[in-house]
């Protein structure tokens, strides 16, 4: 099949490679020219575990296009992959989505499908069914939500949990299951509103798990128990398992901190108020306040004048993606307190803290060094080497990442998170 992918980012990069992959020729069209050059030279723009290789294998049943109505020419499937940021009130901006559709309704063929990859509210297969028959366009819409993970987009797209689809016509449904049919997994096929109500409630049942877990290892601190202990526990009864149990400094990324908020309107505009997921947000932002202050607290109890080390800017390993990373938006609050913060991660860069070549340069008199990302990379630095250049001598462990005992044997004090008797 010929297929275009409208939007090189995260998703839609992903997208177009694993569909190369699986035998399509893929067109692209991006609207950013340096995103656009880098492609077309066979570079990939984003951090992502096995892209660079994907794309060099499959580059011969893909292309790049600069223009839309010349990426859409002759293809069947039109993939929208762009983004649906947070509008001024929280709600989803479909504004990105509405340009482009308007700009192909009277392009395409009449047999087009177009394949709504971005996270949409429910309703808007609906309403952009709607804006092509309004444009004189027989282009049919179909709900496909996305399900990557950035650090692990590559592994998803091949080898997914599910693959959902959301259409009126059975017809249109089986096309887009059909483009697949080398994968062997789970097909879950459904009307529109219910495949954008998936996405939603996937991501914000993950939000909620997270938050869970993260105000749990506030209760451990409290009464003395060791999260550590407490969520293998947990993890072992098959009706909760392991997954996403792990303390943090909260959500992030390009996803859940959106599509939580995004939820909140969509029940609002249906007159539902979503209590929970509300408690939900406001607990995560909690978390961050709470950590901000362990740190004030292991720098004597004012940050005046403080430097502090922060090993992790990107909202998790493996991605150099820092949109709402929980790690800068500490750096932030403790910056408006006076600390300095000097930072250090593998791929993430940032301009709103000061960056470091090497963990140890970060921590080069420091005063408090937080682990604020979960980089494998940060168990391996010697912490004896730390602490000759550090002038403090305390580690908060904001992703409990550092075995305390040799975070002790280097000569300094662990704070971790629910983990009161490490």
Not at 89 to 106: K, P, T
């Amino acid at each position: 099949m010929t297929i275009a992918v409208i939007g090189a980012g995260y998703v839609g990069l992903v997208t177009a490679t694993g569909l190369a992959k699986l035998g399509h020729t893929v067109r692209v069209g991006e609207a950013n020219e340096a995103r656009l050059e880098m492609l077309r030279s066979g570079r990939v723009p984003i951090y992502e575990v096995g892209l660079p290789e994907l794309l060099a294998e499959v580059s011969d049943r893909m292309s790049f296009h600069g223009d839309n109505k010349e990426a859409v020419d002759g293809a069947e499937f039109v993939f929208l992959a762009l983004p649906t940021p947070e509008g001024p009130d929280g709600r989803a901006d479909l504004s990105f989505i509405h340009a482009v559709v308007d700009e192909l309704a009277a392009v395409v063929a009449p047999d087009t499908l177009f394949v709504v990859k971005s996270t949409v509210p429910p309703g808007t297969v609906a309403s952009l069914s709607k804006r092509l028959a309004d444009r004189g366009s027989a282009g049919r819409v179909v709900s496909h939500p996305e399900f990557l993970r950035e650090g692990r987009a590559v592994e998803d797209f091949l080898d997914p949990d599910r693959i959902v689809v959301g259409a009126y016509d059975a017809a249109d449904a089986a096309r887009v299951t059909a483009l697949y049919d080398g994968l062997d997994t789970e097909v879950v096929v459904t009307d529109p509103t219910s495949a954008e109500m998936i996405k939603y409630a996937s991501n914000s049942y993950l939000a909620a798990r997270l938050t869970f877990v993260n105000t749990l290892s506030n209760l451990c601190e409290a009464v003395g128990a060791d999260i550590v202990d407490v969520i293998k526990g947990m993890g072992l009864d098959h009706r909760i398992g392991p997954h996403f149990l792990q303390p943090g400094p909260g959500y992030g990324g390009s996803c859940f901190p959106k599509d939580t908020i995004a939820l909140i309107g969509v029940a609002e505009d249906a007159g539902y108020d979503f209590g929970l997921l509300r408690a939900v947000i406001a607990a995560d932002d909690e978390q961050r306040r709470r950590i901000a202050e362990k740190v004030r607290q292991a720098a004597g109890g004012g940050l005046r004048g403080r430097r502090i080390a922060m090993w992790g800017i990107a909202f998790k390993a493996g991605t150099d993606d820092t949109r709402e990373s929980p790690a800068l938006r500490i750096a932030g609050l403790l910056q408006q307190e006076g600390a300095e913060v000097v930072a250090f991660d593998p791929e993430a860069r940032t301009d709103r803290v000061a960056m470091a070549p090497t963990p140890i340069d970060a921590a080069a008199g420091a005063d408090v060094l937080l682990v604020a990302t979960e980089w494998p990379d940060f168990a391996k630095v010697d912490l004896s080497e730390v602490r000759k250049v550090m002038k403090g001598h305390r580690v908060v462990d904001a992703r409990n990442l550092l075995d305390p005992a040799a975070v002790r044997s280097a000569g300094f004090d662990y704070w971790g998170l629910g983990r009161p008797g490490a």
